[in-house]
């Protein structure tokens, strides 16, 4: 089993559409949590923390549930440059990041 | 603040040469750097953790001598690709903490990548 497991996509979705991404973790003593954005052939930027107590920034909400050891992104209000590839990342411990293979998600006008 | 940089961007080579990779903090210093490759539609795997002044801790599957990494300083970080095969051909990204950064503490920041093709 992947240590961060993601539906690869792609997610092809209208512009003002929601959507929601998905993320499992399988070490149960990570400590933190992170979703970051990958556009084509460059380096991953970080989109946002994940908290227990969810957070939102703007149009994107994450979420955390540690017992079910799952992690969501949801986007609202999407937008062309939204398109990108969204990657789940989980720091086991030591600053040691751990990356999901990414979900694509494609905005059409 | 917290960039991180990367020379080059892009090497071609033939098989059998070796490659250095640089890695630098430009506006911050690092005491640990850590070393990534991604292959065609993967995920990013961690390959080593480059220490300042001390020598890397590398994961599970990684040569150790085949990836050479030296860490001279607080604000660079090589990585060396030696005897380059084509199976070699990845994208690597470095990737640094900003300790000091009151705001960005827990944050890695990345460094553009470089592309390495190996022929």
């Known amino acids: 089993r992947k240590e961060v497991e993601q539906d690869p996509g792609p997610f092809n979705v209208p512009e003002g559409a929601t959507v929601a991404f998905n993320c499992t973790y399988s070490n149960s003593a990570s400590q933190s949590f992170f979703w970051y954005r990958q556009d084509c052939r460059k380096e991953p930027k970080l989109l946002m923390s994940v908290y227990s107590s969810g957070n939102e920034d703007g149009r994107f909400t994450a979420q955390l549930n540690r017992a079910s050891q799952y992690i969501s992104l949801l986007i609202r209000d999407s937008k062309l440059s939204d398109s990108a590839t969204y990657l789940c990342v989980v720091n086991t411990g030591f600053q040691k990041l751990v990356f999901g293979t990414g979900t694509r998600l494609l905005v059409s006008p | 603040g917290a960039v991180v940089s990367q020379h080059p961007s892009r090497v071609i080579c033939k098989s059998g040469t070796s490659v250095k990779i640089e890695c630098r903090s430009l506006d911050f210093q690092a005491t640990t750097m850590f070393w990534y490759r991604q292959f065609p539609k993967k995920s990013l795997m961690l390959m080593a953790t480059?220490?300042?002044?001390?020598?890397?801790?590398?994961e599970q599957g990684v040569e150790k001598d085949k990836f050479l990494i030296n860490h001279a300083s607080l604000t660079l970080s090589t990585l060396t690709v030696t005897s380059a095969h084509p199976e070699d051909s990845s994208f690597y990204i470095c990737s640094a903490r900003d300790l000091g950064g009151v705001l960005t503490y827990n944050e890695q920041f990345f460094g553009p990548g470089t592309r390495l093709t190996v022929l």
């Open positions: 480059s220490n300042e002044g001390s020598k890397a801790t590398y």
